[in-house]
């Protein structure tokens, strides 16, 4: 099937009514019907997104409670047996880091990485909107960050959405240099986070490395965090373009030639001994790790996952 854009997206410039339109499209992946990480992750679950179980409060054991929610200790000291019980968490907070730098705008074929990210912040907004959670972001730019508190209802998803439009305008025009490390993200995120929160970081991850592990490692221990991979399809070796072309990473510049197997190989080779590096670090932490192409729409990309 041939790739199309979204509704009302051009693929490079980024508007408030092509993220309005997945209010609409979240309904498809709001459980017990389906879930959005089961689609993304190959995993037949439904656990609604950012959803627990809350300590509510103990009481005396009675015929037909779950020995599993005994609680052992005040059943040591009264002597009676005694049972935990839970309530449904509300309102639970959702944050999002989203990296605008200089790397995410690039695209070779259907729209920039930095677009297909917004496609993808905007659905989980609204999903977190439809299931009453509240939704922040951190926006990391290379040489700001906006940080967006978590808020409930359309108020967080709507300033949020209108943040990104802004900001993703002012970067298509910019050429500045990155001018701090993704630590003050990461310290950023931890600000911005209570305990418990859902993060999800969505980035080519091209400023990530090893070095950053321990501060991400420390965002796991009290929240449950999710690494989304935005690549282009050129990133993985994948191009009709056979002519010489020159190529920069904002760290070094050279000339390729495309039309050798060879470099288009060793393109492929990078990209993929890059992502091993990230999913081995994401193992590593205990968080899960899934990616995206900017060379199709999010619609067709989560569509093509069977539950």
């Not at 997206?9 to 389906?34: H, M, R």
């Not at 037949?44 to 509510?56: A, E, I, P, V």
């Not at 951190?138 to 998803?157: C, F, M, W």
Request: charged share 20%; with cysteine.
């Amino acid at each position: 099937m041939e790739n199309t854009l979204p509704p009302y997206s051009d693929g490079v410039n980024l508007t408030l009514e092509e993220l309005l339109d997945y209010k609409q499209q979240c309904i498809k992946w709001l459980p017990p019907a389906k879930s959005l990480w089961s689609q993304m992750l190959g995993q037949h679950q439904s656990r609604q997104l950012g959803r627990g179980m809350d300590f509510s409060e103990v009481r005396q054991y009675q015929a037909g409670d779950d020995i599993r929610s005994i609680d052992w200790r005040v059943t040591a000291r009264t002597g009676k047996p005694h049972t935990k019980l839970f309530s449904e968490e509300r309102e639970k907070p959702i944050v999002l880091y989203l990296d605008l730098s200089q790397s995410m705008l690039f695209g070779s074929t259907l729209m920039l990485k930095s677009v297909q990210m917004a496609h993808m912040a905007s659905l989980l907004a609204w999903l977190s909107v439809a299931q009453q959670d509240r939704i922040g972001a951190v926006i990391d730019t290379g040489n700001q960050l906006i940080e967006l508190k978590p808020t409930s209802r359309n108020k967080g998803a709507l300033a949020l959405l209108q943040s990104l439009v802004n900001l993703h305008k002012q970067q298509l025009s910019s050429q500045s240099e990155l001018s701090y490390d993704v630590n003050h993200a990461l310290q950023a995120l931890a600000r911005v986070c209570p305990k418990g929160s859902d993060i999800i970081l969505l980035s080519d991850f091209s400023r990530f490395s090893s070095a950053h592990e321990s501060k991400l490692s420390r965002l796991s221990q009290h929240n449950r965090v999710r690494m989304i991979q935005i690549s282009d399809p050129l990133e993985q070796g994948h191009t009709a373009f056979r002519g010489t072309e020159q190529v920069t990473n904002h760290q070094q510049t050279r000339w390729l030639d495309f039309s050798s197997n060879k470099t288009r190989l060793g393109i492929e080779q990078a990209f993929k001994q890059q992502q091993t590096q990230l999913q081995n670090m994401a193992l590593r932490m205990g968080v899960s790790f899934s990616s995206l192409s900017s060379g199709a729409a999010l619609t067709q990309q989560l569509h093509g996952f069977s539950l």
